[in-house]
Structure formats: structure tokens, C-alpha cells
């Protein structure tokens, strides 16, 4: 057995407490925008050992200054607790400082 998916009610409360996250199907996604390319980059790369750690990786695609996440747990077919606790972890580290 996987890590259980979550349902639409925990989805929406979980999206009701993370910052830019909306639902796209069997997705969350965020764009950030950065200060400048470097700093996106960075925040990638900082996003990445986070992700490799927790061995649960979001698509993650760059467009100059914006970088946006996506998660999902593919091996459970949606969302599940990983998903939304990475996206908190990305919030963490976009955050100044973080």
C-alpha cells in the first residue's frame, strides 16, 4: 500500500493555508517569481536538496526570473501529505531568508 491520496476537502484546506499554490488537476502548482535569473536558480537549486531529502521531486520549470513548481505524487496517481508538505517547504525557502 502508497501513501493515500488525499481527498478534495483536504486538498482545498491544505491550498486555504499555502501561499500561491492552486490546484490544476492532479497537481498543485506555484509560480515565484525572483529577483533576477541567479536567484531563481538558486532558489531551484535549494528547493532541490530539499526535494532529493525527502525523495519526492516537483516539475519544475524556468522562464527567465519565474519559476514554477508542480507537485504530485505520481506513483499514488494525485495528491497526497508529501505534496503538500513540500509545498510548504518551498514556501519556507522563497520566503527572505529562508
Do not use: C, N
Request: a negative charge; proline letters at 3%; glycine letters at 8%.
Amino acid at each position: 500500500m502508497g501513501t493515500p491520496l488525499l481527498s478534495d476537502s483536504e486538498i482545498t484546506e491544505a491550498l486555504s493555508e499555502l501561499d500561491g499554490w492552486s490546484r490544476e488537476g492532479a497537481s498543485i502548482t506555484r509560480a515565484i517569481e525572483a529577483d533576477s535569473f541567479l536567484s531563481g536558480i538558486d532558489l531551484v537549486r535549494r528547493v532541490a536538496e530539499a526535494a532529493e531529502a525527502a525523495d519526492h521531486h516537483p516539475d519544475i520549470d524556468i522562464r527567465w526570473r519565474t519559476v514554477t513548481y508542480s507537485l504530485s505524487t505520481h506513483s499514488a496517481g494525485g495528491l497526497t501529505a508529501q505534496d503538500v508538505a513540500l509545498a510548504r517547504e518551498i514556501d519556507r525557502l522563497a520566503r527572505p531568508g529562508g
